[in-house]
């Protein structure tokens, strides 16, 4: 069978934290690198329109549980980093190594790529300021979080973060994506992909709709980063039936109080926070742009408080939640809360209201429940083995989906840190081969060499 033409040497499907890296880093050691990306490329403007289609379409970004909780998700390039907070916690590195995966090197290497240090006091709203220090007047393990914010990009009383910073304040994955592209990749655009073309067992290729049309690529490595609902469902066409079941979704709530002399409200959100992690619970200050908290606070019948967006401090509450559910075959997330994941919502709620109490807040009230971080639905140790390799050869994974068990935090950092270990492996795999492959090659040189070297006596006695 005539084999098909492979025009690189890998394809990522989905540019998020992991698919960017991996790009970025297969490129700049000379690969040649095809990014299928589902979204758009636009520019980042940092409002609320240019946002929508990328991360508010219902049914798209947007998929509502059977409790009528949206999972929220980006589609663009940079995936989810485009509407994040960019917190940058540190990576579970103590639990992943029960799995087989040290990423301890990557997770330092990674500072040079990106920035990680908490807020400068210049950049510390006068909201999460209020919540720190309320906070740690009662005794709280409060602090400033570590951010990917180069602070002097930075504008005072902005609240763009989740809308993509236009400034460049903030990193997100289109950066890793940019300079895989000024290092020979090749990015498509609205590409959707289908499915992974598997041939005896080995990756060979993927397809994927583009513009209606229906496209094959080939390359002889294929890192499928689509996220924890996309790469499930990708794997699951390619013969992978078992993926997207039994994840975590991360579930959160916010809670609200009104303080007097607090101002606009506007800032960084996730500047300062509280880990119980223990409990699985995470409390942190939470701006966040005024069309967002009025569809907020109208889904709990909050009319009067979603128009009055002065001296407001939200405190947002996520949870570790327990594993369960299912991804539906057309993207639909159920899974249900358990009651140990609203015991912790509500644990969480409780410390909030004492903390905004201690800064003299009122009008104190909690919002509907919100889910982000899809993910372990590609499970390392189940789906993908400790270099994030699955079933198939020349098959990878590398996203939120292949995290072996919940953790409860924002994992960009150590999506980043994931991807470099798997470019590590990808090139020291492709070096073993070359050098098979070299060493085949002066194996018959020195065969044929021995051969004429014994004829030749042979040839002469004959003559």
Known sequence: ?????????????????????????????????LILERGDNDPKKGTFFSTLPRAFIPGKNVVMTSQAIPVVRAITTGGSSMIF????????????????????????????????????????????????????????DAHKLNHFIYPTKCKLNCQRCMYGCPYGAKWDARSFVDKALENGAKMINYAKVEKVIIENKKAIGVEYKHNKEIYRAYAPKIIVAAGGIGSPLILRQSGMRSAGYDFFFDPL????????????????????????????IMMTDFNMPHLQKIAFDLQVLKVKQAF???????????????????????????????????LKLDKGSEHAKRILTNAGATDIYRSWKVAAHPGGTVKIG???????????????????????????????????????????????????????????????????????TTETPLAAAAS
Request: proline share 6%; net charge negative.
């Open 85 to 140: 907070c960019g917190t940058a916690f540190d990576p579970p590195v103590e639990m992943l190594k029960n799995y087989g995966v040290d990423i301890s090197a990557e997770t330092e290497e990674m500072r040079q790529d990106v920035p990680i240090n908490p807020l400068p006091d210049e950049l510390m709203g006068a909201g999460p300021q209020a919540f720190l220090n309320s906070a740690q007047d009662m005794g709280y």
């Open 253 to 280: 709530v916010f809670v609200y109080g009104k303080i007097k002399g607090l101002g606009s409200g506007k800032s960084i959100p996730m500047s300062a926070g509280v880990h119980f992690e223990e409990d699985g």
């Open 382 to 452: 189940e789906h993908v083995d400790s270099n994030l390799k699955t079933k198939f050869d020349n098959l990878y994974v590398c996203d939120c989906s292949v995290m072996p068990q919940e953790w409860g935090v924002p994992p960009t950092r150590t999506l980043i840190a994931m991807a470099k270990r798997l470019v590590k492996h990808l090139m020291a795999q492709d070096q073993d081969q070359d050098q098979g492959q070299a060493t085949k090659k002066e194996d018959l040189v020195l065969a044929v060499s021995n051969q004429e």
């Open 308 to 342: 009055s967006y002065a001296d407001t401090l939200p405190i947002m509450i996520k949870v570790r939640d327990e594993l369960g559910g299912a991804v539906s075959n057309n993207g639909w997330v159920n899974k249900p809360l358990t009651k140990n994941d609203k």
């Open 1 to 33: 069978m005539k084999q098909p033409k492979t025009d690189f040497d890998a394809i990522v499907v989905g540019s998020g934290p992991g698919g960017a890296t991996v790009a970025m880093d297969l490129s700049k050691s000379g690969k040649k690198v």
